[in-house]
């Protein structure tokens, strides 16, 4: 079940994550007269997360109702995800959402969406 912040917003369709890669924050120096390099470790980059997906209701006044709370949790703060294999992230804040145009699909209507996170806490 895909949750963030306790809520489970995403199970009314099919959900893909992409995971930035972990890369450390480093500077690279080559001191005068000497013959190595120098590295200073500074810790690690903040991981990008991306999810896309496709949202579905009853109606589009449910689905409208669904996004709102989705776009919600856009609110700077840092959250827990759990993804779609039941990993928990900590520290995730979610960055932006995107809706596409609501469409009818037989007697229900879909929305298919991006969101962005960026994990500040590893």
Do not use: C
């Not at 995403?10 to 992409?18: A, M, Q």
């Not at 949202?55 to 709370?69: C, E, G, K, P, R």
């Not at 995730?92 to 996170?117: C, H, N, Q, T």
Request: proline share 4%; glycine share 10%.
């Amino acid at each position: 079940m895909v949750a963030f912040d306790g809520e489970s917003l995403f199970g009314s369709g099919p959900v893909r994550f992409n995971f930035g890669p972990v890369q450390s924050r480093h500077a690279i120096q080559h001191p005068p007269g000497s013959r190595g390099t120098r590295l200073d470790f500074q810790g690690t980059e903040a991981r990008e997360i991306k999810q896309s997906g496709v949202l579905i209701a009853d109606s589009a006044t449910d689905l409208q109702s669904l996004v709102q709370a989705i776009e919600g949790k856009v609110d700077g703060k840092t959250h827990l995800l759990v993804d779609n294999l039941g990993r928990t992230w900590s520290g995730v804040a979610m960055l932006r959402v995107d809706a596409e145009p609501f469409e009818r699909v037989g007697a229900r209507w879909k929305s298919e969406y991006r969101i962005e996170y960026l994990r500040v806490l590893s």
